[in-house]
Antibody, heavy 112, light 107 residues
């Protein structure tokens, strides 16, 4: 069974940093492009970032470009999102996703 | 960047009704279009990929059609358990933009 488990969310002040992790199991993690998707409270889904299977390519939404960095460790079947210079508008549930498989999400709250 | 526009943003229909949701891309995306269902408080669930391929386990009342710039999600015979927000997403190239969502309610 495919499982994606996010961690690392929490409360952070504006301008602060946070690193999200996603532990994957139940599939050949190293063969798949992985994504981060977020959802602000009461709002729609927003794609944030993607990384190709061997980390050759990384892509970002304009709203996070230059502040967020996606990475992965295929040996540990893990996906990461380093979030710097956080803003109030980054407050959201962050999901790790691979097409039909999504984690339960981790809440990031940016507030003073 | 390609924009994805869904319509309507919300709808109310009766049990048994046929419901159609439209997603328009600002540029052609071939058939690289997915539909997700998100029930209140739940994680999004993939319904359809490649514009018309229904994901395993999805009830047969759900179908998708379209290509290039115009796509539709159809729910034949709406059920109470279909109350949810539905999103389209393009995935031909980054950014993998979602539509704004369509909230479906029961009348």
């Amino acid at each position: 069974e495919v499982q994606l488990v996010e961690s690392g969310g929490g409360l952070v002040k504006p301008g602060g940093s946070l690193r999200l992790s996603c532990a994957a199991s139940g599939f050949s993690f190293s063969n798949f492009t992985m994504n981060w998707v977020r959802q602000a409270p009461g709002k729609g889904l927003e794609w944030v970032s993607a990384i190709s299977s061997k980390s050759y390519y990384m892509y970002y939404a304009d709203s996070v470009k230059g502040r967020f960095t996606i990475s992965r460790d295929n040996a540990k079947s893990s996906l990461f999102l380093q979030m710097n210079s956080l803003r109030a508008e980054d407050t959201a549930v962050y999901y790790c996703a691979r097409g039909e498989s999504w984690g339960q999400g981790t809440l990031v709250t940016v507030s003073s | 960047d390609i924009q994805m526009t869904q319509s309507p943003s919300s709808l109310s229909a009766s049990v048994g009704d046929r419901v159609t949701i439209t997603c328009r891309a600002s540029q052609a995306i071939n058939n690289y279009l997915a539909w997700y269902q998100q029930k209140p408080g739940k994680v999004p669930k993939l319904l359809i990929s490649a514009a018309s391929t229904v994901h395993s386990g999805v009830p047969s009342r759900f179908s998708g059609s379209g290509s290039e710039t115009e796509f539709t999600l159809t729910i034949n015979s709406l059920q109470t358990e279909d109350v949810a927000t539905y999103y389209c997403q393009k995935y031909n190239t980054a950014p993998l933009t979602f539509g704004g969502g369509t909230k479906v309610e029961i009348k």
